[in-house]
């Protein structure tokens, strides 16, 4: 094999090996396992992630769970945050999706992404996405209030970020020493957001819940594109490197 061979396997290697790098653990309603539309429990679509465990056995009237189109829910309008993982809760019922990430809890410089997306919620419902720990992190809206609270253990923290049926973005970061973490919220239709950091409570899971938001698809909540990257050192390590024997593939072509 000749040195162009060797040099462009290499690179080709490296890219891919970087390509993967940049996702620990992702999963979304739009893979194949997720192709009907019924109860994801035990189900396990993308990678890094162990099977769903939804509460309450088969579905029924009152609650469910089932993977669908996020825009169908509240007025309908956008944002978007996909085909995702729904929650429906009506009759004083509740509903809880949990899953945790195969590698453990996460580690010093990582990032969890997650789209979050309630429907309309009647009081006193309400939908919760909290990321599960020694002490848990994460988000509620309450039917009746007006802004998203953020829950730390049983605390809460009024984010300032209004009511929206068209979706949130979360990223939760940990500092490079697994000492303390952000956690920022932001609203998909105007990039109005909320910060705050503290201290790092070995984040290793999800628990998402819809508790009695009410009848119909307008009061469905979804989840998707359940994300977990790397430190960004690490990413641009790989790439450099990758972009380095890219760059001697083209010099001994």
Known sequence: ???QKIASLGA???LAVAAQAQQIAFDTGSNAVYSGSGNYNALNGGFGW??????GGANSGTSGAFVGDSLTNGGGGG???????ALYANTGSSRTATRSLAGGAMTAGQTMNIGFDNGWIESPGSVTLLLTGSVNFGLRFSGGTSNYVLLEGATQYDTGIGFTDGGLALSYIIDSTATNATLTVRRLSDNANFSITRAYTGISGISFTNNNAGFD??????INNLEVVPEPATMT???LAAAALARRRRKNA
């Open 1 to 3: 094999m000749n040195i």
């Open 217 to 222: 698809g307008q009061r469905n909540a979804y």
């Open 12 to 14: 080709l290697t490296l």
């Open 50 to 55: 162990n099977a769903w465990s939804v509460s």
């Open 79 to 85: 944002p978007s945050i996909g085909r995702g993982f």
């Open 237 to 239: 390590v790989l790439g």
